[in-house]
Structure formats: C-alpha cells, structure tokens
C-alpha cells in the first residue's frame, strides 16, 4: 500500500502495526490476524519436538483449528491461543517465540 510507513526496532519483530484510518481498518485487521496466524504454526512447528507427545497433540489439534475456518472466529480461537500459550509457557525459552506471537494476535482481537 502505498504511503504506509514501517518503522523497525530491534529483533524479532514480527509483525507490522498499520494506521489506515477509518474505512478499511476491518480489511487490514483480519490480513493482519492471517499473518500472525501464519507466524504462529511456524512458531508452532518449532515448538513441537520441545514437548512431550501429549503436548504435541494438543498443538497440532490447535493447528487444524486455526488452518480452518474457525480460525478466524475469536469465540473459538481464543481458547486455542490460551491452550497454546500454556503449553509454550511450561517450555520455557523453546516457547518464547509462540508467547511473542500469541501476544500479537490477541490484540488484534482487542482481548
């Protein structure tokens, strides 16, 4: 798009915050959640041999939900990220990357 402007600080930035103003907002916003959560199964994917077999189910049962249509629908990503976010949590720095990434996608739900 023209007259976008990105501005980037430090490492592991994952992401680009736009000010489109009123009137396509929604249309960038849900582009944006597709980007984080493209992001987030490949930081998924990099998690996944950090856990035990339980965990690792539950991260590919979350990722057939967010590659699917209810990916997008917040009632029901939302308890997927919060599953996702636990198990990144209890990994320690092998799940830094997906937190990061989580965050980013929660506040493009506003939650």
Known sequence: MSGDNIYVHGNGNVGVVRDHGTGIVNHHQAQDLDAAVRQLLLAMETLRPHVDADDA??????????????????????PVLKEVAGIAGLAGTAGQAVLETIAQAQTLFGG
């Open 57 to 78: 189910a539950a991260l590919d049962r979350a990722a057939t939900t967010m590659q699917s249509g209810s990916g997008k629908d917040r009632q029901q990503l939302l």
